[in-house]
C-alpha cells in the first residue's frame, strides 16, 4: 500500500493551504488518521487513509501567528488600535495575528519578496514592505513611529536588529522579539540537526539578550515566556518583551524559561 508523509497528504487533499500550515495542524494535535491523533508531520501514512481536523484549525496564514498568540496570552498585551511593525513578515502569520487582535495597522517589512499572504496583502491595514533588510531600517523609512515591533527573523541575531526596532518606536512602546537560540550561540554549540539542545544555553542566550537590550539600548525588559510551539527542527524558542521608556514603578515579569506560566504582577499590566 503507497504511502506518503501526512503532511504532503493533508496539503495534497486540500486539508491545508501549505505543508506549514499542515505541520502546524499537525504538531497542535488537531490531525486524526483513521481515527487516532497523529502528531508527527513525517508520519507516513496510506493514500486511502481516513484524516479529519478536529478543532478550530489554525486561524492564520502561518504557524508564527499561534506562537504570537501565545505570548501576547503570557504577556497580557493588548495591541488594540496600536500601530505596529513586523519584522521578518515572511508569510504574514505575526501580521495576522495583530490584525485579528485589533492592530490598526501593520507595516510588514522582510527582506524576501513575494512571500507575504495574497490575504494580506490586500489587506488596507497591511503595508507591505518588501526587500527590506531591516537590519538597516531608519526612522525616516517609515511614515511614522510605531507602538510596537515584533521580531521573528532567522540566520542574524536579534543583537543586530533591536537598534533598528528601538529606532522607530514612539515612547512607551513596545518590542516583542522571537529568540532563536540556534542563530545566538555559536555554530560549534549547535547539535545534531542545527538543534541546540542545553537548558544552560538557553538561560545564556536569553540573558546575553535581555542584557543588550537594557544595556545597550536603554530598553526595560519586562519579561521571557517560551514559545508555544518548537521551531521548525524542533528547537525551543522564546520571546521576550522590551519596553522603551517605561512608567515608574512598572514591573518585570519573572524571568523563568522552564515555568513561562508564572508572573509577577506590575502596576503597569500591559
Known amino acids: ?39 508527527k508531520a513525517g508520519t507516513r501514512v496510506p493514500l486511502t487513509a481516513r484524516i479529519e481536523i478536529r478543532g478550530r484549525g489554525l486561524p492564520y496564514v502561518s504557524r508564527g501567528g499561534l506562537k504570537l498568540e501565545g505570548a501576547l496570552k503570557a504577556f497580557g498585551l493588548s495591541v488594540t488600535d496600536l500601530v505596529c511593525a513586523d519584522f521578518g513578515a515572511s508569510t504574514g502569520g505575526f501580521t495576522d495575528c495583530l490584525l485579528q487582535h485589533g492592530a490598526a495597522r501593520v507595516y510588514a517589512l522582510d527582506v524576501g519578496r513575494g512571500q507575504l499572504h495574497e490575504r494580506l496583502r490586500r489587506d488596507p491595514r497591511v503595508v507591505a514592505r518588501e526587500g527590506v ?105 522564546f520571546f521576550i518583551l522590551f519596553r522603551k521608556s517605561p512608567l515608574q514603578g512598572e514591573q518585570r515579569l519573572l524571568f523563568c524559561p522552564e515555568k513561562p506560566e508564572e508572573e509577577v504582577g506590575g502596576e503597569d499590566r500591559v
Do not use: C
Open 1 to 39: 500500500m503507497k504511502r506518503e508523509r501526512l503532511d504532503k497528504v493533508l496539503v495534497a487533499r486540500g486539508l491545508a493551504e501549505s505543508r506549514e500550515k499542515a505541520q502546524a495542524l499537525i504538531m497542535a494535535g488537531e490531525v486524526f488518521v483513521e481515527g487516532r491523533r497523529v502528531d
Open 133 to 237: 533588510n531591516v537590519r538597516y531600517l531608519k526612522p525616516e523609512d517609515l511614515p511614522e513611529k510605531v507602538d510596537l515591533v515584533t521580531i521573528d527573523v532567522s540566520f542574524i541575531s536579534l543583537k543586530k536588529v533591536l537598534p533598528a526596532a528601538r529606532e522607530i518606536l514612539k515612547p512607551g512602546g513596545w518590542i516583542l522579539a522571537l529568540i532563536k537560540p540556534q542563530f545566538e550561540v555559536g555554530p560549534r554549540e549547535v547539535g545534531r540537526g542545527g538543534v541546540v539542545r542545553d537548558p544552560a544555553k538557553h538561560r545564556r542566550v536569553i540573558e546575553e539578550i535581555r542584557r543588550f537590550g537594557e544595556e545597550e539600548l536603554g530598553l526595560r525588559a519586562l519579561g521571557v515566556a517560551e514559545s508555544p510551539l518548537p521551531g521548525p527542527a524542533g528547537n525551543r524558542e
